[in-house]
């Protein structure tokens, strides 16, 4: 597709349990970016790829979230051990090459709606 | 730190009234991007427009003008004559200007606008 892909679209898991979201992004775009959204809220920043590279992960919550991206393609997030304040949607975004003294507009795909009972 | 305030949560308007979204900002960084992101109920973000802070002219894209003052650090949103797809959450976002890397936005709590026939 022309957009950034996130599957599935909805997620609901009991406490306690593995989850893990799948980020296609648009072919050839360099950076991968995950945000988190709370109900209300403004999405939050979890963690930063430039191709298979995790260049920063400083907004991720705990040391159960974790991400990656090994072929610098596709992303997964996945969440250990879920907790009930982990229900939000969670964003997948992505750029294009960066050029030095630019920044280009992130491409934000649908979302995953995780709710954890 | 970065931060971005959107204090207006929600504005209801009557179609074909104009609007406008406050956005005001706080940042060290001596440059810097911001943009306007909305986003209807599918939940997806879509890009809208980015500002670099060196550059303070305002712009017009059909119904959508820009407000930029780096005075009073603001950076408003205004839908002249609204029309009822306008309808969506309106996010602000800040980033840091590109370093070589791509650059995490942070995000406004979002406006809500409600437009009614």
């Known amino acids: 597709g022309a957009g950034v892909s996130q599957s599935p679209r909805y997620k609901v898991a009991k406490r306690g349990q593995d989850v893990a979201l799948r980020c296609d992004p648009i072919s050839g775009h360099v950076s991968l970016f995950w945000y988190q959204q709370a109900l209300g809220q403004g999405p939050e920043f979890l963690t930063y790829f430039q191709n298979e590279a995790q260049l920063d992960k400083s907004g991720l919550p705990s040391d159960r979230f974790f991400a990656e991206r090994p072929e610098g393609s596709v992303s997964t997030l996945k969440i250990q051990r879920t907790q009930q304040e982990d229900s939000a949607v969670y964003l997948c975004?992505?750029?294009?090459?960066?050029?030095?003294?630019?920044?280009?507009?992130?491409?934000f795909g649908d979302g995953t709606r995780l709710s954890i009972l | 730190a970065q931060k971005v305030t959107q204090a207006q949560t929600e504005i209801s308007v009557v179609e074909k009234e104009d609007v406008t979204l406050d956005c005001v900002y706080e940042t060290r960084d001596t440059t810097y991007y911001l943009f306007w992101y909305k986003q209807p109920p599918s939940g997806e973000l879509v890009f809208l427009i980015r500002?670099?802070?060196?550059?303070?002219q305002n712009e017009i894209s059909g119904r959508y003008s820009w407000n930029f003052q780096k005075s009073t650090s603001s950076f408003n949103f205004t839908i002249t004559a609204s029309q009822v797809v306008d309808s969506a959450v309106y996010f602000c976002a800040l980033s840091e200007a590109n370093t070589g890397t791509a650059s995490k936005l942070t995000f406004g709590t979002g406006t809500r606008l409600q437009v009614t026939l």
């Open positions: 975004a992505s750029s294009p090459r960066v050029y030095v003294g630019s920044n280009q507009p992130q491409h």
């Open positions: 500002r670099n802070s060196f550059d303070e």
